[in-house]
Nanobody
């Protein structure tokens, strides 16, 4: 069974940091683009960041540039999202995803999804 399992979410004060992890199992994701999306209550699921299979190319939505860093460890089949200087508007459920292709910001192009991990940022 192919799975992506997120962890690392929680409650943090504004200005704080969290690191999310996403561990893959059931297949290797080392050749896939990996991405993070998030969904706040009452809103659409939106793109946050993505990284190509090699780790040499990444993309971020403008609201997190300079604050979030996506990385991966293909030996562990794991992708990370380091989140610094968190703001209340970063509060959402964060989802890990994977696709067998180039980086995309379009969620419908991602084939595999985790169940999400909740991040709450208090002001």
């Amino acid at each position: 069974q192919v799975q992506l399992v997120e962890s690392g979410g929680g409650l943090v004060q504004a200005g704080g940091s969290l690191t999310l992890s996403c561990a893959g199992s059931g297949r290797t994701f080392s050749s896939d683009t990996m991405a993070w999306f998030r969904q706040a209550p009452g809103k659409e699921r939106e793109f946050v960041a993505a990284i190509d299979w090699s780790g040499n190319d990444s993309r971020y939505t403008s609201s997190v540039k300079g604050r979030f860093t996506i990385s991966r460890d293909n030996t562990r089949n794991t992708v990370y999202l380091q989140m610094n200087s968190l703001k209340p508007e970063d509060t959402a459920n964060y989802y890990c995803s994977a696709r067998a292709g180039a980086i995309s910001i379009i969620r419908e192009r991602y084939e595999y999804w985790g169940q999400g991990t909740q991040v709450a940022v208090s002001s």
